[in-house]
């Protein structure tokens, strides 16, 4: 019998405060026309001087948060309604999941499993990564023992973060019917395009495989050597079946159509190449963090006033180019028919390049609104962006 989602988050409030059976909550994504004050919050039952609480864990992109509430129904039931649109609770017996649509109704699955509640108060933070996983040795992270070199760390981390962004997209993308369920015959498809020593090609491919998700993965870069490099660390793995590299540019990459499309500090343009490659074949998910913004910043020759009192300042102009290349690459997104968020994927102490522009394929109409901004954001600082050009589906009439 299906559920209001009035019921649904009743239900889902229960599980919540039964702190002797919960193990975890995770609420993540955001509801239409609504504001979440977190990007994704997990919650879990701790123990604290013979006191059980709920452990709430939140990330600003910079520092990681906990805040301990306590199991009261009222204010369980005011988070989980205050706009995320997915909540998932496991149980020591099942999980309750609950996605809730763009018309408001709550799509609600049950599935039956046994779980172990940990209420230790200092859990440390689980890792998608096993250190000793034979290819971080292989690219170069670990070390023959397994151990993350100090001089990778920064490193290791941004590919764990890049997972946890990932994961629960994809996941969230496949349950609403965005991308196609992987199987054995039709596996999921991941193209990274500019991947470099191809960490996060690697990681994601290892990661996915290792929780039974069928998957195909090819990295595309310019360089012969690394294209070579990759390939060869893929045949020291025995997974050349499933990961394959080519030397090409990326606008004109003969790699095949992708469920999947990622592109992680493509060099100025070379972000619009991988974006348009992913529009313009039907990629269902971009994830994609830009590096360096020169073609619109050598554009804004003469700034809308009242921005002449910052562009004056060559850094703040530089930053300011940076700004709006990424926000009208968002619109563009918008217009072909993505829901889009830009996001940070990780905090500047690792990486100044940290802003990811996550996109997902839903077919939606442009809002009037977005056309509109766009066209008044190109005509005040009369610039033209590459990626209007390499889109063949971008109109705006």
């Known amino acids: 019998m299906p559920l209001s989602i009035e019921q649904a988050l009743d239900e889902a409030c229960a599980l919540i405060v039964d702190t002797k059976t919960l193990v975890r909550v995770v609420l993540s994504g955001r509801r239409r026309n609504m504001q979440v004050e977190h990007e994704r919050i997990d919650i879990r039952a701790v123990e604290i001087k013979g006191s059980i609480v709920l452990q709430l864990t939140y990330s600003d992109g910079k520092a990681t948060t906990t805040k301990n509430i306590a199991p009261d129904k009222s204010e369980v039931l005011q988070l989980i309604s205050s706009g995320y649109a997915n909540i998932t609770v496991d149980s020591v017996d099942g999980s309750m999941s609950i996605r809730v649509t763009k018309s408001g109704e709550a799509q609600v699955h049950h599935e039956k499993k046994s779980l172990e509640q940990n209420l230790s108060h200092d859990k440390k933070k689980e890792r998608l990564l096993d250190p000793a996983d034979p290819f971080l040795r292989e690219v170069g992270i670990a070390d023959h023992k397994g151990q993350i070199k100090p001089s990778k760390n920064d490193k290791y981390k941004q590919v764990e973060e890049f997972l946890r962004l990932l994961v629960p997209t994809l996941n969230s993308a496949i ?213 209007s050009k390499k889109i063949s589906t971008f109109t705006i009439g």
């Open 175 to 387: 349950e609403a019917g965005q991308i196609e369920k992987p199987s054995k015959d039709r596996p999921l498809s991941i193209v990274d395009l500019g991947c470099g020593h191809a960490y996060l090609t690697f990681a994601a491919h290892q990661y996915l495989k290792s929780i039974g998700m069928p998957v195909h993965v090819t990295g595309i870069d310019i360089r012969p050597a690394s294209r070579d490099r990759n390939n060869e660390i893929a045949q020291t793995l025995g997974i050349s079946e499933t990961i394959t590299f080519k030397a090409e540019k990326i606008a004109s990459t003969t790699a095949a159509q992708a469920d999947v499309a990622i592109a992680l500090h493509a060099c100025d343009t070379a972000t619009d190449d991988a974006i348009a490659w992913a529009v313009n074949g039907g990629a269902k998910l971009l994830l994609i963090a830009p590096c360096c913004h020169h073609d619109i910043q050598k554009q804004m020759e003469q700034s809308p006033e009242p921005w002449g009192a910052i562009t004056k300042f060559g850094v703040m102009k530089e930053r300011m180019g940076d700004l709006l290349t990424d926000a009208l690459r968002a619109q563009i997104l918008r217009i072909v028919g993505y829901r889009v968020e830009i996001i940070e994927f990780i905090g500047g102490e690792h990486t100044p390049r940290n802003i990811m522009i996550r996109a997902v394929k839903t077919g939606a109409q442009p809002d009037a609104l977005d056309i509109d901004r766009y066209r008044e954001i190109t005509t005040q600082w009369g610039v033209v962006p590459a990626l």
